[in-house]
């Protein structure tokens, strides 16, 4: 469970729009910044954030323009990877943070090269989530029929489940209810009449058709290659395919790797292989 004690709310201006994040208090050492997945918001690392911050350094997580407490974009347009990199760099200039540890789950790990490619001085080392520089269309696909389509909303909670137990299982199997209940929580925003509505701008999903889900990245990610990079792969996921960490392999060949069983896309990182890869990591950063 999150450590409540140490967590504080912030608030941060980004290209005119008002972000929300959380930081917990940790330490001295190089902070980390984490940053989500498409659809995602700050809840995904209410449990992992605690465990890094216990490592000696503070942890700052992200809720992307249109997610979570965040605002909305009036222009859907703007949802859009480049415009996601030049949200952080102004979050960090704002919070004082000259250097960071990325940790990156998906869209997060994409924005994470991309920053790297852009301003590699402020990236000290980058830990990525189920993501590389090419997306396997089979993810791709799946991820484009639910991002705005499905249903919005649920009458309760236990319907919320329901709902995101329908679209992710194939990545989480043998999942118990409370699992699925603590996924729709971080999913979900809870209404003032008990119902419980899908928390990220529908547009979103609106603009991945339109616009793509992200530039060309081979080259962000070959700015990796005087980085300390972490590569974390879910063993059943279909994003991130062994082919195309062969593909990584062969542009960057010394980057720390670790497989999370029994998970797709994408690890929630609390999993034994998932944190285990990630303590040794920053063991090796200051």
Known sequence: MEDMANRKDIHVNAG??????????????????CLHGLTRNVRDFEDIAPLI??????????????????????????????????????AMDELGIAEAVFLGTSLGGIVT???????????????????????APEGIARIASYVGKTSGTAASLDAAAAQIRAVN????????????????RRTFRENPDGSWSLDYDPNVGKAL????????????????KDTPTLIIRGALSDL????????????????????V?????????????AWAAIEGFLSGIS
């Open 16 to 33: 005119g729009l008002t972000l929300h994040g959380t930081r917990h208090a940790g330490g001295p050492g190089t902070p980390v910044i």
């Open 53 to 90: 911050a216990g490592t000696g350094r503070d942890v700052i997580a992200l809720s992307m323009r249109g997610r979570g407490k965040s605002d909305y974009d009036p222009d859907y347009l703007n949802y859009h990877p480049l415009a996601y990199r030049n949200d952080v760099l102004k």
């Open 113 to 135: 090269m991309l920053i790297n490619d852009a301003a590699p001085e402020r990236v000290k080392a980058a830990m990525i989530n189920d993501v590389g520089p090419e997306l």
């Open 169 to 184: 299982e194939v990545a989480f199997p043998g999942r118990d209810e409370d699992f699925w209940r603590m996924f729709a």
């Open 209 to 224: 058709a339109e616009v793509g889900a992200a530039p060309d990245l081979w080259a962000p990610f070959e700015s990796l």
């Open 240 to 259: 991130l395919s062994p082919e195309i960490v062969g593909k990584m392999r062969s542009v960057y060949p010394d980057f720390d790797f670790a497989e």
């Open 261 to 273: 069983p029994n998970v797709g896309h994408a690890p929630t990182l609390t999993e034994p292989a």
